[in-house]
């Protein structure tokens, strides 16, 4: 086994072990809501299988959650004038509201994870996370893999952005 797969296999590992308890103490109290309150922040009127495709959840766990969101008034759900089968969701002011105040508290968190870190173990994780995120996105879905023009080219694109 090469280096590669030892890396893979311990990333997994600790998503699996300390990100797993990361994501559940994350989530926990809010049981999916910041997740579905961005998703409609970012792309706006969702269906709840549209949300429920989002968060990877079933149709009713989106269900307890929209009920959660509509009692705390982030959200409304009105029928579909063209469908009246369909409901749509929309998020109120006091939902943007509540979206910004998550999107805070995990600056906020992330900033104070950095700080422990210090400057340089931060500057290095972001370059190598960046150097990840570049190779990463020059795959193909089907597995192919870039030529070395395709990767200089990459590479250089980033290097001027700088």
């Not at 600790?14 to 922040?41: D, Y």
Request: proline residues 3%.
């Amino acid at each position: 086994m090469g280096f590669e797969q030892e890396a893979l296999d311990e990333l997994i590992e600790h998503m699996r072990g300390r990100g797993a308890a990361m994501q559940e103490r994350l989530t926990h109290s809010t049981k999916g809501e910041p997740l579905v309150l961005h998703e409609l922040a970012v792309h706006g009127t969702r269906t709840p299988s549209q949300l429920a495709a989002a968060a990877d959840t079933t149709s009713g766990r989106i269900s307890a959650v929209l009920a959660s969101l509509e009692k705390k008034g982030f959200i409304t759900r009105t029928t579909d004038p063209n469908d009246r089968r369909v409901t749509l969701v929309n998020m109120t002011e006091a939902g943007r509201a509540a979206d910004q105040r998550n999107f805070e508290v995990l600056c906020s968190t992330v900033c104070w994870v950095f700080s422990q870190m210090g400057e340089e173990h931060t500057r290095q994780l972001v370059d190598r996370m960046n150097e990840f995120a570049t190779y990463l996105s020059l795959c193909g879905p089907d597995g192919a893999r870039p030529t070395q023009e395709q990767i200089d080219e990459a590479f250089g694109a980033s290097a001027q952005g700088e």
